[in-house]
């Protein structure tokens, strides 16, 4: 490994493009998570895949750790380079480069964020659905194979990325895939890709879904005296194949964190928020539909919205939830938790959970994507305090071991990064030797976001 | 390569379940296709993905080629032994280990056809949606990555196989995917195995997700003047985000062809089929908008159906259009093909197709799923006239270069098999060295289904 040689050479091919300003490398070794800085040794900012390809070819020579960069939202301290080397900011490539409606896909580089696509779609009637909440790119998005409240309709990044150019860890460029909407030529490397969270490859172009824009919408909150009135009221709903768009959980501590927060009054007990999208008779039809069984499973305190407006209030409860929580505790920081499991188990699992929460007394409000099994708590702690930290560490622990015992995943949405590797082993056992396998066949010198997925020398 | 030590190893194994009998070997030497017979050296029939793996483990040891089967509908030849070698036939491992309603998924063996799986679904109000027309093995669908009729509502097998577990070529048993809805932990192994034509491991064991049997049903026949009218209807009904549960194509040729065999007299022009799946009032709502749309675009004869005895006539009508085309050419032989472009480029492609045709004077009527920019055509030869044959090649040749041309693929469903071997190049580039990487890297000694989708020695 011979990181300063890669530099000088990519400080001749990229020029000012490549950087090693403190601020800059300061930047490119944060998270949004507890991870500590973990600066790289440069920041390359190229301008075209050829030079994604000469980058590459160059680190590979020297053996040097390359990692991919979007804008650093992603919770696991997946784009942190804890081998040191250089982190690949695709900034400057953030093309939308072309639409087609007909075909309702578009092509877009990986530096464009989900934000900007859809405001750019706008006017087509089309849009973008994966919603992480974070304005990541679309890179980032599927690199991480993010997906977010609308997943239950819509699908994740593995369900919306048709296909992509990655350059490989020799330099490679491929693409995988067509613009054809199915194919069954050869092996799926497009959802290889998609999740591998840069240690394949570096994605450089990427082809997307699109959906169009729903006639008609409508959101509703109610509340349910128990999580399993809630959760089951979920798995009707979706058993009668009525196609919610979105369905979140809030626990009856997220719910007093967000009227501390928004000001409002929902009673102290869990709550979903849905919406419904489809034409206007569609649309009604659904949320009456929801309403009844919802009502069965002892739903109250119905507030429906379909005018824009009010749908935008009820979701910006759910959107600053996050930060209702932080606030619900001052000065804490949250250890965000996200697993996911058959639905069959989630009322179970969420419950066991608040049990669990309950007993280490740090406060925990969770939030869940529930139409597909996946919630999320924010561990609230006092960073000052080591017994916190531990205890809240512990906790995360036994969230994950439950949610590997009720045969789910220690991650939903956020992916492993450095976080979840130690859960690798227990939740896959053979199949992640495979994945080592595959690693090792694409990248044998490890150059590509090492540490991540496949620990070092595994 | 000592196949002979292989099979006695194996007969050992499995006493009576190792067949040598020229029936038997001859009966898994056939395709459905024009592929030559090509019986291989024995046929196993293991019970267990504990056999499975020991099979694995003798054939590793001696190179010898193993091959897996399960009805044999494929129409590509996937499971010619075109090495020799084993086949392995997953009959006796045909139960239907566990169906979850609340989780709306099922573990099947690979051996249980679809057929079978949705009759015992009855009861529980789900079914299993994909539907390649033929009478397959869930393991054989998901190995070719099949889809058909209803792909464009409910998605292929890469959207429907949640997890499975696969024997591994050197009898490593492995387990992709958890019952979870999502997961972002790690490399997509399941969609790896999927479309993987038994080149990596054979499928054991399947986890499907399944679907709410629709409340209401409609479907519907329309003509048109033109193929560009039929196409730009669907192209419009897709982005209204009218929910098609089917939308099949059939050209003025194929329309004869129905009427012939069929008795129906519907006139000599482009045709719909179109289905819709959901509540009373949706399905109505949804017929009503299409119908618009179609009218919009020159459809005329609209026949509609919502009863299930009025949908099974029309539906009849398609699913004996192949049987339809080659009575219209009695003694015929169909060589069918398989292309997928972007929808947008399908009303050229399915155009020149018919003008090229015609040129070669050659009947061949055209299907198609063009909800997914998928058709095929039987191009009836007469077997006994090489020229025949070889006008039907260069024709199929020229379809398929077609569809590159257009940004689409040369397969949408049927696979690689033997027959599309040739286009992995000129489809993939350097993408398929890829692919050959990670066979290679998972099969070192290549006994996995050798000289498909990877050719030998590449």
Redesign the interface.
């Known amino acids: 490994m011979n990181i300063s040689a890669a530099v000088d050479a990519l400080s001749e091919l990229l020029g000012e493009r490549l950087s090693r300003s403190k601020s800059d490398l300061d930047n490119h070794g944060r998270s949004e998570s507890h991870f500590p800085l973990t600066p790289p040794d440069a920041v390359a900012y190229p301008d075209s895949t050829e030079e994604v390809s000469q980058i590459m070819k160059i680190c590979n020579e020297h053996e040097c750790p390359v990692v991919g960069w979007g804008v650093g939202t992603s919770l696991e301290g997946h784009a942190l380079a804890v081998k040191g080397g250089v982190v690949v900011d695709f900034t400057r490539m953030n093309k939308i480069i072309e639409v087609?409606?007909?075909?309702?896909?578009v092509r877009v580089q990986p530096g464009v964020t989900r934000e900007d696509l859809n405001v750019d779609l706008r006017a087509t009637?089309l849009f973008f659905p994966v919603d992480p909440g974070a304005n990541a790119t679309l890179g980032g998005m599927a690199a991480?194979?993010?997906?977010g409240t609308t997943?239950v309709r819509y699908g994740?990044m593995?369900?919306n990325v048709i296909g992509l150019e990655v350059v490989?860890a020799d330099g490679?460029?491929?693409?995988?895939g067509?613009?054809?909407?199915?194919?069954?030529?050869?092996?799926?490397?497009t959802?290889?890709f998609?999740?591998?969270e840069g240690t394949?490859g570096l994605i450089t172009e990427l082809t997307l879904r699109l959906?169009?824009q729903?006639?008609a919408m409508s959101s509703a909150v109610c509340a349910f005296d128990t999580i399993d009135g809630a959760v089951n009221a979920v798995?009707e709903t979706?058993?009668?194949?009525i196609p919610m768009a979105r369905i979140e959980f809030v626990d009856a501590a997220g719910t007093q964190a967000v009227n501390a927060y928004s000001g409002t009054d929902f009673p102290a007990v869990p709550h979903l928020l849905v919406e419904f999208h489809?034409?206007d008779?569609?649309v009604a039809?659904q949320a009456e539909?929801f309403g009844e069984i919802a009502r069965e499973h002892g739903a109250t305190n119905f507030d429906w919205a379909t005018s824009e407006e009010d749908r935008k209030r009820l979701w910006d409860i759910r959107h600053k939830a996050y930060y209702a929580m932080l606030a619900s505790r001052p000065g804490s920081r949250a250890i965000v938790t996200d697993v996911?499991?058959?639905?069959?188990r989630l009322a179970e699992a969420v419950t066991e959970t608040i049990a669990d929460i309950e007993e280490t007394g740090i406060p925990a409000p969770i939030l869940g994507h529930v139409?597909?099994?996946?919630f999320h708590s924010a561990i609230l702690i006092d960073e000052t305090n080591p017994d916190e930290r531990a205890a809240a560490k512990a906790l995360s622990h036994r969230m994950a071991e439950r949610?590997l015992r009720l045969?789910?995943?220690?991650?939903?949405?956020?992916?492993?990064g450095m976080g979840?590797l130690g859960?690798?082993r227990a939740?896959?056992?053979?199949?992640?030797?495979?994945?080592g396998?595959?690693k090792?066949?694409?990248d044998p010198k490890g150059v590509l976001n090492p540490g991540k997925?496949i620990p070092q020398g595994e």
Chains 1, 2 share one sequence.
């Open positions: 087609s409606p007909e075909d309702m896909d009637g991480t194979r993010a997906s997943a994740t593995r369900d490989l490679r460029i491929i693409r995988t067509t613009r054809a909407r199915k194919s069954s030529a050869g092996y799926d490397l959802a290889m998609v999740g591998s394949l959906h169009g729903p006639m798995i979706i058993q009668m194949g489809g034409s008779s569609a039809e539909e996911c499991v058959p639905i069959s139409g597909d099994g996946n949610a045969g789910g995943t220690v991650t939903g949405e956020h992916g492993i979840k859960y690798m939740e896959h056992g053979e199949a992640w030797d495979v994945m396998t595959l090792q066949s694409l997925i």
